[in-house]
């Protein structure tokens, strides 16, 4: 079992820079795929990025890629979402997710994913 606790949202303007962090429970965390999602009001949930267990391999859903960084420490047991020139777009409840697949690899659908944070609201204003 992980739980995951969400931090570092908040109100930014538009073009503005804001990191959430996901701190995980557990002595296992570096064998989990990481990943965030965000979930704006009467929308579903959607990919936003992702990371596998070793740092190795990240990936972005087109509209974050370039603004957005995807990181882990895993000897903190933390995943990072930096986000950059936030646009009003991106306001959303942001959620992290890890998965136990065995493999090397990093995962975009919520299905994928065994264990989810509370999630952390950022509201991106004009």
């Known amino acids: 079992q992980v739980q995951l606790v969400e931090s570092g949202g908040g109100l930014v303007q538009a073009g503005g820079s804001l990191r959430l962090s996901c701190a995980a429970s557990?002595?296992?965390?570096?064998?989990?795929?990481m990943g965030w999602f965000r979930q704006a009001p009467a929308k579903e949930r959607e990919f936003v990025a992702a990371i596998s267990q070793n740092n190795k391999i990240t990936h972005y859903a087109d509209s974050v890629r370039g603004r957005f960084a995807v990181s882990r420490d895993n000897a903190k047991n933390t995943v990072y979402l930096q986000m950059n020139s936030l646009k009003p777009e991106d306001t959303a409840v942001y959620y992290c997710a890890a998965s136990r697949s065995p493999y090397s690899t990093v995962l975009v659908t919520t299905n994928g994913y065994d264990y989810w944070g509370q999630g952390t609201q950022v509201t991106v204003s004009l």
């Open positions: 557990g002595r296992t965390f570096s064998s989990y795929v």
